[in-house]
């Protein structure tokens, strides 16, 4: 089973995905917790050319083309399929993602790149079975994660996000697999909101 968490920064992505390998690995499943940008040398080459000085540089970007960001990042989850996502599943593990090709299409369509393009770049990317769709509003992300930003790059950062939190909603009409949900809850309901889609799923296989 393959699960993919997304969501604007701060959401609470890497909290609930966390809780989820958590509650498989109780269960006695076998699983693989991962997230994009990965630690290989292709994330290591987007977190210096594309994530430079943290949220910032996305912010002021074109340090390269958005293009060429997007090409790296569509790199890095080749990589991430071929090498840990693929054989992973094929061993019968759970994967749990903490970002996947939804968040190219979110972001760098946010960033005024052709939405087709992308889907299509991202053709290779395996359909996940899950899609959480965290979905909080941006000033209690920006709330969340206040601090981790230069304060100058403020009002940029909050367009950004709104943008992006409205691409994903509209992403969650295209893609079925996408589930939304209220990410405004307590840390623990909104675990008990995710294990309730995927008992749902498990009940499928
Ligand atoms: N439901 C929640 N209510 C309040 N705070 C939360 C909740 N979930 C997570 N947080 C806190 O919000 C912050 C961001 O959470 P987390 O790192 O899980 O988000 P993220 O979506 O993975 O962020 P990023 O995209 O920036 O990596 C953390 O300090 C976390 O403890
Ligand atoms: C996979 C992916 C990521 N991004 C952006 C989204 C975030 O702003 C950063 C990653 O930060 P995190 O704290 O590690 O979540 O990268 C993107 O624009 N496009 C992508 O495909």
Known sequence: MFIVIEGIDGAGKSTQAKLLAKWFEEKGYDVVLTKEPTDTAFGKL??????????????????????????????????????????????????????????????????????????????FAIRPDLVILLDLPVKESMKRINGRSIKTEFDKIVELQKKVRENYLKLAERFPEMKIVNALASVKDIHNDIVALVEHELLKK
Request: aromatic share 8%.
């Open 46 to 123: 987007i977190r210096r050319l594309v994530l430079t000085g943290g949220r910032e540089g996305i912010i002021d970007g074109a340090r390269i083309s958005h293009e060429a960001e997007a090409l790296l990042f569509a790199a890095d989850r080749a990589e991430h399929v071929h090498k840990l996502i693929k054989p992973s599943i094929g061993a019968g593990k759970i994967v749990i993602s903490d970002r996947y090709f939804y968040s190219s299409l979110a972001y760098q369509w946010a960033r005024g790149l052709d939405l087709d393009w992308l889907i299509d770049l991202n053709r």
